[in-house]
């Protein structure tokens, strides 16, 4: 968490063409931001460990540098007029030290949430957003009262650090607890109940300092082997669901006072639409946003930060994006000649099996209204 004192930009700024954003990371969604960015006249400044990191490639300056260097922190921060991040498992003490020194957009409060499954739940829950059951588990006891007050059904998963199905367990009657305890090796974990839905959306939102408000349309979302595999527009969705979906959007925004894009990730039940987890900042399942969107949420994340007016997020196209996943990426020539096809690829040179090496965009046109 940060100090009170922590600058912020003031409403009224906004940040002109020559400006500097510094990006905390240097995957393709930091590669994706620094494009827009450079579209928008602004320059970008990356901060990685990674010395062939792909937002590199595109970017007007970097500093290598591990995440808790605190020297290299410092100095990052001197270079930058506004920092924003594009993971969210930054340490807390270099948040709090590039907080202190620059603005930090979004802000590091709703970093904090985001960052531990447990704190996040118990967020939502206390909005009156509808999410899954869910148990704090600190010992096997835990575990063994969670479960069978789940019935013995239930996803264990780390409330810190994981991605793309790491760090879960999926439990049943006859899973081995202490065996699956003992997985966690000491590290806190949340039960959460099974849910039965019908299928996974996402809704990007945008948030500027002033509390305007850029909603997408709801993304309906496909994943293989944990990993996101398609991402769809429009998605399979009632007008209700959609309604209850953006309703919840713009009141997690407004609670954080938020200012970038926030991506929030839905099941849809028969009782309606259920949190199940949100990101604090651009997502994979918003990259078909950059091109069936009049503005994507690349280049809407970099207007919110900067203090312009937000971008327009209507979808002036139907879109399934596809990720091109390890040694996919070798059939590019070939979607290059599709000709409703947007490729980005992120200038990755090592191409192992599931690595997200770029992704394909198929437009269609929308039927008349």
Not at 322 to 339: C, F, I, K, S, Y
Request: net charge negative; charged share 20%; with cysteine.
């Amino acid at each position: 968490m940060t100090s009170d004192a922590s600058p912020s930009l003031p409403e009224a700024a906004i940040l002109p063409p020559g400006s500097v954003i510094g990006i905390v990371g240097g995957g393709q969604l930091g590669r994706m931001l620094a494009l827009a960015a450079a579209n928008l006249g602004l320059k970008t400044h990356i901060f990685t460990p990674e010395h062939d990191a792909p937002a590199l490639q595109v970017s007007d300056a970097a500093t290598l540098g591990d995440y808790e260097d605190s020297a290299k922190l410092a100095a990052f921060a001197d270079k930058v007029d506004i920092v924003t991040y594009e993971f969210e498992n930054i340490p807390a003490d270099s948040v709090t030290l590039l907080a202190n020194a620059k603005p930090v957009a979004p802000p590091p409060a709703a970093l904090a949430v985001s960052q531990d499954r447990l704190d996040e739940k118990r967020f939502l829950d206390g909005l009156g957003c509808a999410v899954a059951p869910f148990h704090p588990i600190d010992s096997l006891a835990d575990l063994r009262a969670a479960s069978a007050h789940q019935g013995g059904h239930g996803v264990l998963k780390t409330r810190r650090f994981g991605y793309d199905g790491k760090g879960q367990w999926r439990i049943a009657p006859e899973t081995e607890l202490e065996a699956i305890f003992d997985a966690l090796s000491g590290r806190p974990a949340i039960l959460e109940g099974l849910i039965a839905f019908e299928r996974e959306v996402s809704v990007i939102v945008a948030r500027a300092a002033n509390g305007t408000q850029a909603i997408y349309e709801p993304i309906e979302n496909s994943h293989e082997n944990h990993i996101l595999r398609h991402s769809a527009i429009p998605a399979n969705l009632t007008q209700d669901h959609a309604a209850q979906a953006a309703d919840m959007a713009a009141k997690i925004v407004d609670a954080l006072d938020y200012v970038g894009v926030l991506a929030i990730e839905f099941f849809v039940t028969q009782n309606g639409m259920m949190v199940n987890e949100i990101a604090p900042r651009v997502h994979n399942s918003g990259h078909l946003t950059a091109d069936a969107c009049f503005c994507g949420q690349f280049e809407q994340h970099i207007r919110a930060i900067a203090g312009w007016p937000l971008g327009n997020p209507s979808a002036h196209s139907h879109a399934v994006m596809t990720n091109l996943l390890g040694d996919e990426v070798a059939d590019w020539a070939d979607l290059a000649r599709q000709g409703n096809a947007k490729l980005h690829l992120y200038g990755k040179q090592d191409a192992k099996p599931g690595r997200k090496m770029g992704h394909v965009t198929r437009l269609t046109a929308k039927n008349p209204a």
